[in-house]
């Protein structure tokens, strides 16, 4: 037989979905999306000038912080960006439509076996009536 005790060896890990920190506060995604934002700056920086290179880093510089920090959801950037364009070209699945008033027989066929089933209903209640008074009399 155990011991209560016994149960209590093991540590359970929590908190599994945070990601380990690699350089300070960063993870090693933000470090990556931070880093691919340096080399994008550097590339532009080597190939065109410095006006150029200025509305380059207006553009970089922030789209690659976004991506290293922003998490809509608790989810990350470029996860969220794929799941939306994945939603928006796949096709749709309709779990219910609603029918067109013009398939009506199917609802006049089943509230005329409603009626006929409480008409049968009234009927065999009468009988039972009649039943009883027969048994109540002899």
């Known amino acids: 037989m155990l011991h209560a005790s ?8 929590q908190f599994i979905d945070i990601e ?13 999306w931070l880093a ?10 080597g190939f065109f000038d410095t006006e150029t290179f200025i509305i380059g880093a207006i553009v970089t510089v922030p789209i690659s ?8 959801y608790n ?3 470029n996860k969220f960006i794929m799941a ?3 939603f928006m070209l ?4 309709y779990v219910w ?9 199917i609802a006049k066929a089943k509230k005329e076996a409603t009626d006929k089933s409480r008409s049968q209903k009234k009927a065999s209640s009468q009988k039972i009536e009649e039943i009883s008074r027969i048994l109540d009399q002899k």
């Open 6 to 13: 016994c149960y209590m060896l093991f540590n359970v890990p």
């Open 20 to 32: 380990d920190k690699i350089v300070g506060p960063l993870t090693a995604k933000q470090l990556g």
């Open 36 to 45: 691919l934002g340096g080399v994008v700056l550097l590339t532009i920086w």
């Open 65 to 72: 912080i976004t991506f290293a920090f922003y998490r809509p």
């Open 75 to 77: 989810q990350p950037l």
């Open 84 to 86: 939306s364009f994945s």
């Open 90 to 93: 796949r096709p749709k699945m």
């Open 97 to 105: 439509k609603r029918l067109p008033d013009k398939i009506d027989p």
